[in-house]
């Protein structure tokens, strides 16, 4: 097998992925980006035109995506079970998956630290901030009710998952 090299940013959600590949026990490589100084180098941009973090790089392919990056972990360790051992733990991981993704990252918490995504206009941003931090408010909500329903200790019922090191 081919080594695993991961392009994170310190902060960023490219965490989950780092986490989990450390949990796979599969031989991987870190490559750091400070996006907060200095954006995303050319070479960055070259092996990732979306300008985003993380991406993995194996077997002489690219793949970008969080999701999409635990996903290929898990399948490249199947003896940990880290989306899970049944079809039913499986389907949930990636129902929190895509909700922390799509929903809490991304319109909660890209927007509350990255204003200037969502409107050029400085003056909006105090008020993208406000509007953002109340959704956010509302999803640790759920999930703090989510895992009291699950028994508090992990994602999905009582076995570790891939949706415990995105939380």
């Known amino acids: 097998?081919?080594?695993?090299?991961?392009?994170?940013?310190?902060?960023?959600?490219?965490?989950?992925?780092?986490?989990?590949?450390?949990?796979?026990?599969?031989a991987f490589e870190i490559l750091v980006i400070?996006?907060?100084?200095?954006?995303?180098?050319?070479?960055?941009?070259?092996i990732n035109p979306k300008k985003r973090i993380p991406i993995l790089e194996f077997d002489g392919q690219v793949l970008t995506e969080t999701t999409a990056i635990m996903t290929l972990t898990?399948?490249?360790?199947?003896?940990?079970?880290?989306?899970?051992?049944?079809?039913?733990?499986?389907?949930?991981?990636?129902?929190?998956?895509?909700?922390?993704?799509?929903?809490?990252?991304?319109?909660?918490l890209g927007a509350l630290f990255s204003p200037e995504w969502y409107s050029d206009d400085q003056s909006a941003h105090d008020g993208i901030r406000k509007k953002s931090r109340e959704w956010?408010?509302?999803?640790?909500?759920?999930?703090?009710?989510?895992?009291q329903g699950v028994g508090g200790e992990h994602a999905v019922k009582d076995v570790f998952t891939a949706a415990d090191v995105f939380l």
């Not at 081919?2 to 490219?14: D, Q, T």
Request: aromatic residues 10%; proline residues 5%.
């Open 34 to 46: 400070d996006i907060t100084k200095g954006g995303f180098p050319e070479k960055y941009r070259a």
């Open 74 to 108: 898990s399948r490249l360790a199947p003896e940990k079970h880290l989306f899970g051992k049944t079809d039913w733990d499986v389907a949930r991981t990636y129902e929190w998956l895509n909700w922390l993704s799509g929903t809490v990252h991304e319109r909660g």
């Open 136 to 147: 956010v408010e509302v999803c640790f909500g759920l999930i703090e009710e989510r895992l």
């Open 1 to 26: 097998m081919s080594k695993l090299r991961l392009w994170l940013s310190p902060g960023a959600c490219s965490l989950a992925p780092h986490v989990l590949l450390q949990a796979s026990g599969l």
